[in-house]
């Protein structure tokens, strides 16, 4: 079995929730980047957009993904922009078995609308809007993952079935 599990996927694909309830099942440490980081600077992440600026959050984000990157039996949930940085996406495909989650915007909208945590989409513009562009300017920058599942339309169950196989099948 992987010493270490990735999830990345953009923002509201399920990372978190996917990969706590994984955790529990493999029986690993669970660790999620942006809760690390919330710890650690002692405030929520709107709070630290607004007042430290995006460049500060993505060093900080970098700093905790190293040290979590060290972490045995763990399974390390990130942030949806984690992957902007190429330090970043290699460090994660060198330090373990990485698991993108992706979903359609409209299920991503349905899923964070409701939700006013993420700075980023916090814009005026309309919320479909947003996603689209940001998912965009970041086509691509999840395809590294060793293996991507779909999570539109699925439950968090089958979710995990899925990346267990996969897991039990990779570690033959
Ligand atoms: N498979 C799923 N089906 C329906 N809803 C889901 C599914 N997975 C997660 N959700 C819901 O979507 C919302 C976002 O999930 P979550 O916070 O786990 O996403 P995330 O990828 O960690 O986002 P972020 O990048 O912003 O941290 C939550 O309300 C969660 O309950
Ligand atoms: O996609 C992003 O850039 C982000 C996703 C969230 O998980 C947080 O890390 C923060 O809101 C930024
Ligand atoms: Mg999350």
Redesign the pocket.
């Known amino acids: 079995m992987q010493e270490r599990l990735f ?1 990345i ?11 706590l309830a994984l955790a529990n099942e493999l029986k690993y440490a669970f660790y ?1 980047s ?1 809760q690390e980081i919330v710890k650690r600077e002692g405030m929520e992440i709107s709070q630290l957009f607004a007042s430290k600026g995006e460049a500060y959050f993505r060093q900080v984000e970098a700093a905790v993904l190293s040290e979590l990157s060290r972490l045995p039996k763990s399974v390390i ?4 922009g984690v992957v902007l940085k190429q330090a970043n996406r290699q460090l994660m495909q060198q330090s373990g078995y990485v698991v993108a ?1 992706s979903a359609s915007p409209e ?1 991503i909208v349905r ?2 609308e409701q ?1 006013r ?2 700075p980023l989409l916090q814009s005026e513009s309309d919320l479909k809007e947003r996603v689209t562009e940001l998912m965009r300017k970041r086509a691509g920058l999840y395809d590294f993952a060793n293996l991507t599942v779909a ?1 539109t ?4 169950e089958s ?1 995990i079935a899925e990346i267990k196989q996969n897991l039990s099948i990779s570690s033959h």
Do not use: N, Q, W, Y
């Not at 996927?9 to 990969?19: A, D, N, W």
């Not at 949930?77 to 949806?80: A, K, N, Q, V």
């Not at 339309?153 to 968090?156: A, I, L, M």
């Open positions: 999830l996927g953009f923002m509201g694909t399920g990372k978190t929730t996917v990969g999620d942006d949930t990130t942030g949806g989650l299920e899923r964070v939700d945590s993420r999570t339309d699925r439950s968090v979710i």
